[in-house]
T-cell receptor
Framework: DQQVKQNSPSLSVQEGRISILNCDYT??????FLWYKKYPAEGPTFLIS?????DKNEDGRFTVFLNKSAKHLSLHIVPSQPGDSAVYFC?????????????FGTGTRLAVRP | NAGVTQTPKFQVLKTGQSMTLQCAQD?????MYWYRQDPGMGLRLIYY???????DKGEVPNGYNVSRLNKREFSLRLESAAPSQTSVYFC????????????FGPGTRLTVT
């Protein structure tokens, strides 16, 4: 049972335009959400996060939106740059007695065309 | 400051062979994790160590063992490798088990034939 879903395996965007990556989740206990970026042959690196008490978090060109009622979050990249081409993973966390563990989505491969 | 390092980068095993994947971090983090990444599956947690001296199972622990050797090092052992364990393995660390942000190593690509 995939609790965190990224239904678009790939996305292609023109340089300078907006990239929107989507993520849906099913577990209502998730209270913190993160986006990771992964280049080939490297490990994922943390990009941006949002707590469930917020609906928006912005960091430079990257903005994450959270819609708790729809159990949906999205990552907006504006403007998109060729260096943004990577695989983006959505992750979610639910506080438990054994600490927080991340549940990852399957990833969306973003290609930014020059 | 190297962050999280993993050895080896690549490995090919025959079915039934054993091996240990090594992971070390130099950020003085308390918590460490092992994930596997398979096509179409995202990253799945194998084992984690909330602090030195403790280890716990994650989502897919079968066929693996771990050792938290000290605060810096967390190893993953495959006792009898199977083709289903062909994957890319990532080690990660975080300041504590309640720190959401995890720092990942570069990965080990393992093929079991």
């Amino acid at each position: 049972d995939q609790q965190v879903k990224q239904n678009s395996p790939s996305l292609s965007v023109q340089e300078g335009r907006i990239s929107i990556l989507n993520c849906d989740y099913t577990n209502s206990m998730f209270d913190y959400f993160l986006w990771y970026k992964k280049y080939p042959a490297e490990g994922p690196t943390f990009l941006i996060s949002i707590s469930s008490i917020k609906d928006k978090n912005e960091d430079g060109r990257f903005t994450v939106f959270l819609n708790k009622s729809a159990k949906h979050l999205s990552l907006h990249i504006v403007p998109s740059q060729p260096g943004d081409s990577a695989v983006y993973f959505c992750a979610a966390s639910a506080l438990s007695s054994s600490g927080d563990k991340l549940t990852f989505g399957t990833g969306t491969r973003l290609a930014v065309r020059p | 400051n190297a962050g999280v390092t993993q050895t080896p980068k690549f490995q090919v095993l025959k079915t039934g062979q054993s091996m240990t994947l090594q992971c070390a971090q130099d950020m003085n983090h308390n918590s460490m994790y092992w994930y596997r990444q398979d096509p179409g599956m995202g990253l799945r947690l194998i084992y984690y160590s909330a602090s030195e001296g403790t280890t716990d199972k994650g989502e897919v622990p079968n066929g693996y063992n771990v050792s938290r050797l000290n605060k810096r090092e967390f190893s993953l052992r495959l006792e009898s490798a199977a083709p289903s364990q062909t994957s890319v393995y990532f080690c990660a660390s975080s300041p504590t088990v309640s720190s959401y942000e995890q720092y990942f190593g570069p990965g080990t690509r393992l093929t079991v034939t």
